[in-house]
Every structure is written in structure tokens, then in C-alpha cells.
């Protein structure tokens, strides 16, 4: 899972597979925020969840939130090639920062 | 489609030299930031503007400074660059409003800094 001084996770899956990368935080949250990078590209958000919601689906995307854990998960259902990314997790606390988990690098293969 | 547009994309400097970075962002947003990326892909906020208001600043070196000649525009100078500064420098948007909590951040592709 990402978070903290942790190095950057990499998870590496067959094309068709299901993964699910997690992610743990520290402080309060009112939502959190999951971006994919592509090489060479800023992060983008794919889904983003609120702290009174468990579960949003978004396509093949299925965010989950249990903030009395403080952890979020992001499932991927299917994974196909074009999922290869870099994919972080953020927290904001409605303050006038998002701050970013260290990110999971998926490698999806065919 | 990117709607916020940095430039240049990549920058070789050497140390000690002064450097200038450009973000512009056309989705009428209020908020715009500056973070940095380092080889593990950490991203570290550094600077948020809300309305070229400085209302983000981060534990940087003084060396770096924002500048914001309105809120479109977001421009980072870094005086005297360091090896450590070699990074990729990210600017991003945000049309945050007061205490709302999506705080979506829509980014540029970047700007790559190499230190030699």
C-alpha cells in the first residue's frame, strides 16, 4: 500500500486480471482523490470518493473508503494495457492542499 | 485535452545557474499549484495560489520563489539551482471554492529540470 516514506509500490498482471492497490492515511480527510500518471503526462483524476460514501464505481473502477481505518482501495476489474500507469491515492482535509501517497506503478502485460 | 500549459518541457542547467518556469491554465479556475516530482515519483506541493494570493507555501528553500501576474498564470523561478533540484516540476489548477472539498487538481504535463 502507499503512504508515508514508503518507496513506490509496482504490481505487475496479466492482461484480464483484477488488481486492487490500497492506500492508508494519516490525517483527516473529507475525500479521497485517485489519479493515474502516464508516462510523461501530469497525474488525472479517475475517481474520487467522499468520507460518507464505502464504495463508488466508476466503469472497470471500484473505489472503496473506510475512514475509521483511514484507508482507501482502488480496484480495477478486467485490467487491460492501457491501465499501465502510475496510480496515487490523495487526501484533502479541505484545507488548501491535496496531498499525494508515494503511488503504485501497474504494469499490465498482454 | 490539456487546458493547463507549461513550458518549457525539459531544462538542462548547471549548478548554480538561475532557471523559469511557466504555467498557464485557460479553465478559469481560482487556485493553481506548484509540486515537484521527484525519481521515485514522490509528489511534494510546494506553492497554492488562490487568486495570485499566496496561501500554500511549503518548507522550500528560499532559492524558489512563485510569481503570479494574475490568476491564469503561475510562474516558479529558482535562483542558484542545486543537484537536488533535478525533478520534474508540475503545475496544476483547481476550481476550489471557499471550503469546498472538491479539490480536484487538473495538471500540466510538466516541466523536467536536470541539474549537471
Known amino acids: 500500500s502507499q503512504w508515508g516514506e514508503e518507496n513506490l509500490q509496482a504490481l505487475s498482471i496479466q492482461e484480464g486480471e483484477d488488481v486492487t492497490m490500497n492506500c492508508s492515511y494519516k490525517?483527516?480527510?473529507?475525500?479521497v482523490h485517485w489519479y493515474r500518471q502516464d508516462s510523461g503526462r501530469g497525474p488525472a483524476l479517475i475517481i474520487l470518493i467522499r468520507s460518507n460514501e464505502r464504495e463508488k464505481r466508476s466503469g472497470r473502477l471500484r473505489a472503496t473508503l473506510d475512514t475509521s481505518s483511514q484507508s482507501s482501495s482502488l480496484s480495477i476489474t478486467a485490467a487491460q494495457c492501457e491501465d499501465t500507469a502510475v496510480y496515487f491515492c490523495a487526501t484533502d482535509s479541505n484545507t488548501d492542499k491535496v496531498v499525494f501517497g508515494t503511488g503504485t506503478r501497474l504494469q499490465v502485460s498482454p | 485535452e490539456t487546458a493547463v500549459f507549461q513550458t518549457p518541457n525539459y531544462h538542462v542547467t548547471q549548478v548554480g545557474n538561475e532557471v523559469s518556469f511557466n504555467c498557464k491554465q485557460t479553465l478559469g479556475h481560482d487556485t493553481m499549484y506548484w509540486y515537484k516530482q521527484d525519481s521515485k515519483k514522490l509528489l511534494k506541493i510546494m506553492f497554492s495560489?488562490?487568486?495570485?494570493?499566496?496561501?500554500v507555501n511549503e518548507t522550500v528553500p528560499r532559492r524558489f520563489s512563485p510569481q503570479s501576474s494574475d490568476k491564469a498564470h503561475l510562474n516558479l523561478r529558482i535562483k542558484s539551482v542545486e543537484p537536488e533540484d533535478s525533478a520534474v516540476y508540475l503545475c496544476a489548477s483547481s476550481p476550489r471554492t471557499g471550503g469546498s472539498s472538491q479539490n480536484t487538481l487538473y495538471f500540466g504535463a510538466g516541466t523536467r529540470l536536470s541539474v549537471l
Open positions: 490525517t483527516y480527510t473529507t475525500v
Open positions: 495560489y488562490n487568486n495570485k494570493q499566496l496561501i
